[in-house]
């Protein structure tokens, strides 16, 4: 099973900053086969980015994703009100998916 | 408008069975993936099964491996989860989502708004 490990826990930060969260994986993602998710208070998960780097559908362009193998990035240019929440990465390269514990992003 | 709605959630006592269910609308069912997701109370999301469109080979998260089972049903646009042998550590808010293939793999696109399971005496 590939654990997947996100930094920092929390971060605070203030709108218009910018903001970059962290999902290192035990063993290389293949294909990069990796997505992360943003999850607010009494929603359900919503996907924001897949393949490492694509972005879904309607999702805006401050949200970016890059790396590759082992180590995998999700920034966000400046960051919305609506932006604070929490993140989770997901790796789907293996028969058995995995999520990351998540980030939380908070004002 | 796709749309996952689950059901079949409740208290159960530990050691007992529960089965949830998840009908889906909106899409062509049999052509994607379906995953249960689950978040037990203030913690993060845990990968708990999935299974292909055609139904074959489904998979499982060690946590739950031997004591839950995936099926689908491509004719009724749904997808179960039979859960045995529960446990107090199974208490958690159960997310059906859609998987859309993406090369040998697929990522979770739509989600539902889960369905309640809390096991205790």
């Known amino acids: 099973e590939i654990v997947l490990t996100q930094s920092p826990g929390t971060l605070s930060l203030s709108p218009g900053e910018r903001a970059t969260l962290s999902c290192r994986a035990s063993?290389?993602?293949?294909?990069?086969?990796l997505a992360w998710y943003q999850q607010k208070p009494g929603q359900a998960p919503r996907l924001l980015i897949y393949?490492?780097?694509s972005r879904a559908t309607g999702i805006p362009d401050r949200f970016s994703g890059s790396g590759s193998g082992t180590d995998f990035t999700l920034t966000m240019s400046r960051l919305e009100p609506e932006d604070f929440a929490v993140y989770y990465c997901?790796?789907?390269?293996?028969?058995?998916?995995?999520f990351g514990q998540g980030t939380k992003l908070e004002i | 408008e796709v749309q996952l709605l689950e059901s079949g959630g409740g208290l159960v006592q530990p050691g007992g069975s529960l089965r949830l269910s998840c009908a889906a609308s909106?899409?062509?069912?049999?052509?994607?993936?379906m995953t249960w997701v689950r978040q037990a109370p203030g913690r993060g999301l845990e990968w708990v099964s999935g299974?292909?469109?055609?139904?074959?080979?489904?998979y499982y998260a060690d946590s739950v491996k031997g004591r839950f089972t995936i099926s689908r049903d491509n004719s009724k646009n749904a997808v179960y989860l039979q859960m045995n042998s529960l446990r107090a550590e199974d208490t958690a808010l159960y997310y059906c989502?859609?998987?859309?293939?993406?090369?040998?793999?697929?990522?979770?696109?739509?989600w539902g708004q889960g369905t309640l399971v809390t096991v205790s005496s």
């Open positions: 997901q790796q789907y390269g293996s028969s058995v998916h995995t």
């Open positions: 063993q290389s993602v293949s294909s990069s086969y």
């Open positions: 299974i292909r469109g055609s139904g074959v080979t489904p």
């Open positions: 393949g490492a780097s």
């Open positions: 989502a859609r998987g859309y293939y993406y090369g040998s793999g697929y990522y979770l696109d739509d």
């Open positions: 909106g899409f062509t069912f049999s052509s994607y993936a």
